[in-house]
């Protein structure tokens, strides 16, 4: 959900376990989900979508699980690598703003 | 295909002084943004625009004012910098909202205010 004012929460993971990155969204008319990964220094790039009459979809490395019920999100990245350090966003199509993020830090 | 261009990238400016950050892209979207990014913090929307001539303020738009003259550029203005507006500014365009919503953002412009 939102976390406007807040810095960003963090999820550290060890290389090679699986990550799991959740997200709360408020509109239960919202049809479509993005998530977003921003590199330091970079701006953040799309990595994967889902629309509302699918539960699951499923990319290299990573699946979002989408559970309407409860108007929830989660991006799921198996096998963490050091390259997936960064900060991960939410974003639904019919809002302009963005989630607060999620930052990831990967262990060696 | 260049996507979203921002210039310059960065820009160190005296209270008071005024710039212009510089966005454009080639991909006619209808949809532009600016954010702002504080150091640790998430994206927040200062600025929209759905179409050339049409401009709306998202959630933090006081110092800053736009303009959309042309579908591709959509420049950002301080008019009397603040040191609270130093941050960095990514800019985005997307098609549209919902199933076209997916945005694309540019490299960003660190701008500091001293």
């Known amino acids: 959900g939102e976390s406007v004012g807040l810095h960003l929460p963090t999820l550290s993971v060890q290389e090679g376990d699986n990550s799991i990155i959740n997200c709360a969204y408020s509109?239960?008319?919202?049809?479509?989900f993005i998530w977003y990964k921003q590199e330091s220094g970079k701006g953040p790039q799309f990595i994967i979508d889902?629309?509302?009459?699918?539960d699951k979809r499923q990319g290299q490395r990573v699946t979002v699980l989408l559970n309407k019920t409860v108007k929830h999100l989660s991006l799921q990245i198996a096998a963490t690598q050091p390259g997936d350090s960064a900060v991960y966003f939410c974003a639904e199509g019919n809002k302009l703003t963005f989630g607060g993020g999620t930052r990831v830090l990967v262990k060696p | 295909n260049a996507g979203v261009t921002q210039t310059p990238k960065f820009r160190i400016l005296k209270i008071g002084q005024s710039m212009t950050l510089q966005c454009t892209q080639d991909?006619?979207?209808?949809?532009m943004y600016w954010y702002r990014q504080d150091p640790g913090m998430g994206l927040k929307l200062i600025y929209y625009?759905?179409?050339?001539?049409?401009?709306d303020k998202g959630e933090v738009p006081n110092g800053y004012n736009v303009s959309r003259s042309t579908t591709e550029d959509f420049p950002l203005r301080l008019e009397l910098a603040a040191p609270s507006q130093t941050s960095v500014y990514f800019c985005?365009?997307?098609?549209?909202?919902?199933?076209?919503?997916?945005?694309?953002f540019g490299d960003g412009t660190r701008l500091s205010i001293l």
């Open positions: 889902i629309r509302s009459n699918m």
């Open positions: 509109n239960s008319a919202s049809d479509y």
């Open positions: 985005a365009s997307s098609l549209g909202t919902g199933p076209k919503a997916t945005q694309h």
């Open positions: 625009s759905v179409g050339a001539g049409i401009t």
């Open positions: 991909m006619n979207h209808n949809y």
